[in-house]
């Protein structure tokens, strides 16, 4: 316990040394963070204005926009911060909290795209036992349990990580507070105990990627035997995307906490964390309003911009 409290601050990685490049991040990140800033609240204010949009699959997509805002603004404002003010430092307790929120908008994230894709497939699978399924309590209750689910897990790895001893140093090589980089600056028999529960971690996680696989599948030989191209067309156009968002974030995050330790990989990590906590919170407002009818609509509505029109979204789209 004295090598962990005499930690008082950590050194998060910067990206460069020179006054100018840290200013050209800075303004990288900054249009990156607005981007998903924009387009999640944008969701938000459209789902919660339009009650055409008041039904499970919008009431998911509202939850999901609240928790990417979240998980992206964990890790980006202190980045961008640090680079405004050339500095690389971040208090203990403020790395904590990092760890703390980091895990729970994650682990809380994946828990309701798994809820969304079940929900897809009751829709697609099992249309007319979708409303007698899907009831207003059913969804409140899915949704919560996605919530107490990020607690529960966040809580478990931020206590582990309080109770490791840090005797390696303060230098964590990442933008932001990452539980295996932190574990690399531990003692060598402090993080047995967070490892075991990284796996635990990392097994649920893939029995629920399973599962999405699985309901995906079924859905597309529902979706198959519509005689309808048009119908099987908007199907995979947003079936597609997401299952590809959904893989980008399990199998990088899943890189970044497996990985072995080793000097080659090191040179990935900001590559594999701007994957996992940056391109998500950015592609699901994309992939859950350009390709669907009803939210350009809304959108359409409520900004009153043509952008959003057909013959100007065409150029996104196609």
């Given amino acids: 316990m004295s090598s962990?409290?005499?930690v008082t601050e950590f050194l998060i990685l910067g990206f460069s040394d020179i006054w100018e490049l840290q200013i050209l991040y800075f303004i990288v990140f900054l249009v990156l963070y607005l981007i998903s800033l924009l387009g999640n609240l944008l969701i938000i204010t459209a789902i919660a204005l339009d009650h055409h949009l008041h039904i499970p699959m919008y009431f998911f997509l509202i939850n999901l926009s609240v928790l990417d805002f979240g998980y992206i603004s964990v890790t980006i404002p202190k980045s961008m911060v640090n680079s405004l003010m050339n500095t690389r430092s971040i208090p203990y307790s403020g790395c904590v909290a990092q760890v703390f929120f980091h895990i729970f908008f994650a682990s809380a994230n994946f828990a309701l795209l798994t809820i969304m894709a079940y929900d897809r497939y009751i829709a697609i699978c099992q249309p007319l036992h979708y409303e007698m399924v899907m009831t207003k309590r059913a969804c409140v209750q899915m949704a919560a349990?996605?919530?107490i689910s990020g607690?529960?897990?966040?809580?478990?790895?931020?206590?582990?990580?309080?109770?490791i001893s840090f005797c390696g140093g303060n230098m964590v090589d990442q933008f932001f507070c990452e539980i295996p980089q932190l574990l690399h600056l531990a003692c060598s028999d402090s993080y047995l105990g967070e490892v075991v529960i990284i796996s635990l971690f990392m097994l649920?996680?893939?029995?629920c990627f399973a599962f999405i696989i699985v309901s995906y599948i079924q859905s597309f030989k529902t979706v198959l035997r519509i005689p309808s191209q048009k119908g099987r067309h908007k199907t995979f156009s947003t079936c597609l995307p997401h299952l590809i968002v959904v893989s980008l974030f399990l199998f990088t995050g899943t890189f970044a906490?497996?990985?072995p330790t080793s000097n080659s990989t090191s040179d990935l990590n900001p590559l594999v964390a701007f994957l996992y906590s940056i391109m998500p919170p950015m592609m699901n407002p994309i992939i859950y309003s350009m390709r669907n009818k009803e939210m350009k609509g809304t959108l359409s509505k409520l900004i009153g911009w043509k952008l959003f029109s057909k013959n100007k979204m065409s150029i996104f789209l196609h």
């Fill in 4 to 6: 962990q409290t005499a």
């Fill in 145 to 147: 349990r996605a919530w």
């Fill in 151 to 163: 607690i529960l897990c966040s809580a478990l790895h931020t206590g582990n990580t309080l109770a």
């Fill in 204 to 207: 649920l996680s893939l029995i």
């Fill in 257 to 259: 906490f497996l990985k």
